[in-house]
Nanobody, 123 residues
Framework: QVQLVESGGGLVQAGGSLRLSCAAS????????MGWFRQAPGKEREFVAA????????YSANSVKGRFTISRDNAKNTVYLQMNSLKPEDTAVYYC????????????????WGRGTQVTVSS
């Protein structure tokens, strides 16, 4: 398993931007599927975006398409989530996740998780 540490969360006004980072340990990072999930108070953890390790293909939830972009820098063992045009409903704890292969975009498809970073969007 890889160890994941998120950073970059904070408080931002609606319409603003944030970039989350997730630093991963391990020598085989480039092969891992990486994902971002979020969980708002009282709600289930939900998929936000993911990027395959082998192909680099990206996946995004409909709710963030056109606003959020996932990317990875294999040389730095880091995956990013660029979040633009933020809305109050984007407020949540954002979690980075990893899996050896890309099998899907559900929480059960990822075996390693970070501790999360809080994103708060004020109206």
């Amino acid at each position: 398993q890889v160890q994941l540490v998120e950073s970059g969360g904070g408080l931002v006004q609606a319409g603003g931007s944030l970039r989350l980072s997730c630093a991963a340990s391990g020598r085989t990072f480039s092969g891992y599927a990486m994902g971002w999930f979020r969980q708002a108070p009282g709600k289930e953890r939900e998929f936000v975006a993911a990027v395959s390790g082998r192909t680099g293909i990206t996946y995004s939830a409909n709710s963030v398409k056109g606003r959020f972009t996932i990317s990875r820098d294999n040389a730095k063992n880091t995956v990013y989530l660029q979040m633009n045009s933020l809305k109050p409903e984007d407020t949540a704890v954002y979690y980075c996740a990893a899996n050896r292969v890309m099998t899907g975009t559900s929480t059960i498809d990822f075996g390693s998780w970070g501790r999360g970073t809080q994103v708060t969007v004020s109206s």
